[in-house]
């Protein structure tokens, strides 16, 4: 089976730009988890969604950036503008298959994001 | 609101000497705890999980944790560690039993291993 893929796996962009992560979840799970970890600051929930609904976005740092689920299988987090801050990786995680919830997390590979 | 703390932030041993991370959580119901380990350049997988039953849980790889509930403790062990440990370790909780429950992680160990 497919585990939770993103992409890019890698980014290099300017201050300024926009940048759009993606995340295709497992199929068949019903929650979707962001996450963005660096070296500062450890492994930071950034938002999760719960049947393509958004449930928490309180760990979204600022305005500049934004998530959206428009179906079961696919994610976004977009950051607009960019800032050299921002540099990190971002991982998307799902859990909860309807029948067999057990809390825990599937991860993807990461999106390694720099701006310069 | 819950929290996991993780008090060793980087841990250095030498091949075959046991292991014991500490993890502490602040949530005074019912919750479900987790051990992530991330592999240099690589992704969180799952280490081993405790949601009822024995205390003590055995994962992958000889590692093993223990649930203290009255410490509200979920250490990490292993007897005898591997070069191949060399890794990052996550404890995580999961207060309640939905998948939308958010699931919080602590701030990682760091293992190093010397050979």
């Known amino acids: 089976d497919a585990g939770v893929i993103q992409s890019p796996r890698h980014e290099v962009t300017e201050m300024g730009q926009e940048v759009t992560l993606r995340c295709k979840p497992i199929s068949g799970h019903n929650s979707l988890f962001w996450y963005r970890q660096t070296m500062m600051r450890g492994l930071e929930l950034l938002i999760y969604f719960n049947n393509n609904v958004p449930i928490d976005d309180s760990g979204m740092p600022e305005d500049r950036f934004s998530a959206k689920m428009p179906n079961a299988s696919f994610s976004t987090l977009k950051i607009q503008p960019s800032e050299p801050r921002d540099s990190a990786v971002y991982f998307c995680a799902s859990n909860g298959l309807a029948e067999t919830n057990t809390g825990e997390l599937f991860f993807g590979e990461g999106s390694r994001l720099t701006v310069l | 609101a819950q929290s996991v703390s993780q008090h060793n932030h980087h841990v250095i041993l030498s091949e075959a000497a046991s292991l014991e991370l500490g993890c502490n959580y602040s949530?005074?119901?019912?919750?479900?705890l987790f051990w992530y380990v991330q592999y240099p350049g690589q992704h969180l997988q799952l280490l081993l999980k405790y949601f009822s039953g024995d205390p003590l849980v055995k994962g992958i790889k000889g590692f093993e944790a223990e649930f203290i509930k009255s410490k509200f403790s979920f250490n990490l062990r292993k007897p005898s560690v591997q070069w191949s440990d060399t890794a990052e370790y996550f404890c995580a909780v999961n207060a309640g039993y939905s998948s939308a429950s958010k699931i919080i992680f602590g701030s990682g160990t760091r293992l190093s291993i010397r050979p």
């Open positions: 949530y005074g119901g019912t919750v479900n």
